[in-house]
């Protein structure tokens, strides 16, 4: 069982940037592959970015690409978002969430594990 956490969501301007973290409970969480979503009010939830157990891939969605890092520190259990040149696009509620195969998917339904999320408004 793995629980997920997130925080460092706020309001930021346009062209500001924002950490995100994801805080994971579970002795098993370096295992798995972790992937940040979000989604906006009447929009479904979308793909960001995902990370593999070891760190060493990395796959992030093109309207982030470049904008965007993510990160992890199995050590603290605990895995980021750097986000960096925000839009207001960008705007919407940001879920961590746990795949136990490490699929690297961009499907929702392929993660085992969701955050409750983190609220991330961009300003213009």
């Known amino acids: 069982q793995v629980q997920l956490v997130e925080s460092g969501g706020g309001l930021v301007q346009a062209g500001g940037s924002l950490r995100l973290s994801c805080a994971a409970s579970?002795?098993?969480?370096?295992?798995?592959?972790i992937a940040w979503f979000r989604q906006a009010p009447g929009k479904e939830r979308e793909f960001v970015a995902a990370i593999t157990w070891s760190g060493g891939s990395t796959y992030y969605a093109d309207s982030v690409k470049g904008r965007f890092t993510i990160s992890r520190d199995n050590a603290k259990n605990t895995v980021y978002l750097q986000m960096n040149s925000l839009k207001p696009e960008d705007t919407a509620v940001y879920y961590c969430?746990?795949?136990?195969?490490?699929?690297?998917?961009?499907?929702?339904?392929?993660?085992?594990?969701w955050g409750q999320g983190t609220q991330v408004t961009v300003s213009s």
């Open positions: 969430a746990a795949d136990i195969y490490s699929s690297m998917s961009r499907r929702t339904g392929s993660y085992h594990y």
């Open positions: 579970g002795r098993t969480f370096s295992n798995y592959a």
